[in-house]
């Protein structure tokens, strides 16, 4: 997607040296747009756990470019299986992670040791190629549900409610959630997005509204409890969320605070899709609840709060009354029974063992 223009991705191999990762550090969105180089994969596993990158699809690939930057030092056995271990340690909820990994060690394990790292950027760029046409095939499957939406209602906005950050930011290009939004913008659908704040890091209102408006897309920022409300007064047509793990009988582990957003759609009657890619599946796991693992980050993203001052700081300050604990689960699991359908790079389906195998045939032997 473009930034003011010109075309980005949000990683990359430095066309000068050919080798080091580049990176947009999300941290610093939306104050500034800063670029990292990262050149080891001690650097890479940072990235990852501070969430300089984030999204479910874009840590998969950036580890995968970090298992390649290890391997130019050291590609012997012992060094592969330990960096992969290493990155898949990282972060615990997003599949991706595992799943990149894993196909990287898929691909480089047949590869004698001194031609490993060569093999492992084209691998990993096959990773991040698959995950650029794949986005943009799940916001053409999701397209048509806006479609619908502005049939029924011509001439007036399409108010799509959304949670966390699904854009071309969380994945190589285009998005989930997201990538659906643009696509029908693009098309000329007068969509307006409810960009939920998503606390504790905000990656709605500080994330989202910045692809958002960088895009041109009509939005509003509300904060992560509003969605009911504004549901209850027929202000949300349809929620619009991505996912870091989806379930063989199609339960939905997301940002905090989604499970909550599916009750009130559900006692609503609002539509609650999930747009995901291939790479977010988990047909190991059947009951997300029990076995999904959550993510638990330091409660002081909780109890604090990062933004800019009214003269260009960016400052981070603690809003929580001093002395108090936090809590902070970063993830959340939807049960299928609340999923409208989910949005894939193959279609759409129902969030079920049915409904997935119908569009991933490959997974049926597999219980
Ligand atoms: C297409 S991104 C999917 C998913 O990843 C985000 O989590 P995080 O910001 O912690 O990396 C969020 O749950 C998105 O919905």
């Not at 223009?5 to 050919?18: L, N």
């Not at 970063?330 to 609340?338: I, N, Q, S």
Request: glycine share 8%; proline share 5%.
């Amino acid at each position: 997607m473009k930034i003011d223009g010109v075309p980005y991705r949000s990683v990359w191999v430095d066309p000068e040296d050919g080798w080091s990762v580049r990176i947009l550090d999300q941290t610093r969105l939306p104050w500034t747009v800063e670029i990292l180089r990262l050149v080891d994969e001690k650097q890479v596993a940072h990235a990852i756990k501070s969430m300089q990158v984030r999204g479910a699809p874009l840590i998969g690939a950036v580890a995968a470019y970090g298992l390649a930057l290890a391997l130019r030092r050291d590609d012997s056995d012992a060094a592969l299986e330990a960096v992969a271990a290493m990155l898949g340690r990282t972060r615990p909820t997003a599949i991706n992670l595992r799943w990149a990994l894993d196909r990287m060690l898929r691909a480089l394990r047949p590869v004698a040791p001194g031609n490993r790292a060569a093999a492992a950027y084209a691998a990993a760029a096959d990773i991040a190629e698959d995950d650029v046409e794949t986005c943009r095939r799940i916001g053409q499957h999701g397209l048509p549900l806006l479609q619908a939406i502005a049939a029924r209602k011509p001439g007036k906005p399409i108010n799509v409610l959304t949670h966390c950050n699904t854009g071309w930011i969380a994945t190589v290009d285009y998005g989930t959630a997201l990538s659906v939004i643009y696509q029908a913008h693009d098309a000329g659908l007068p969509v307006h997005v409810w960009v939920d704040e998503t606390r504790p890091r905000n990656q709605g209102s500080a994330l989202t509204a910045w692809e958002l408006g960088k895009h041109g897309v009509p939005h509003t920022v509300i904060a992560d409890n509003a969605g009911g409300h504004l549901m209850q007064h027929g202000e949300v047509d349809i929620v619009l969320v991505g996912t870091d793990r989806v379930t063989r009988q199609g339960d939905v582990a997301n940002k905090i605070g989604t499970y909550l957003k599916a009750l009130a759609a559900h006692d609503n009657g609002v539509p609650f899709w999930v747009a995901l890619p291939h790479s977010t599946l988990d047909m190991s796991v059947r009951d997300g609840v029990r076995e999904i693992p959550i993510e638990e980050r330091d409660a002081r993203e909780v109890l604090e709060t990062t933004g800019q001052t009214w003269d260009g700081r960016v400052e981070t300050v603690r809003t929580a009354a001093p002395g108090s604990a936090g809590l902070n689960p970063a993830f959340d699991v939807t049960p299928a029974r609340l999923v409208t359908g989910l949005i894939t790079e193959r279609g759409r389906c129902d969030a079920s063992e049915a409904g997935l195998l119908g569009l991933y045939p490959e997974f049926a032997a597999a219980a």
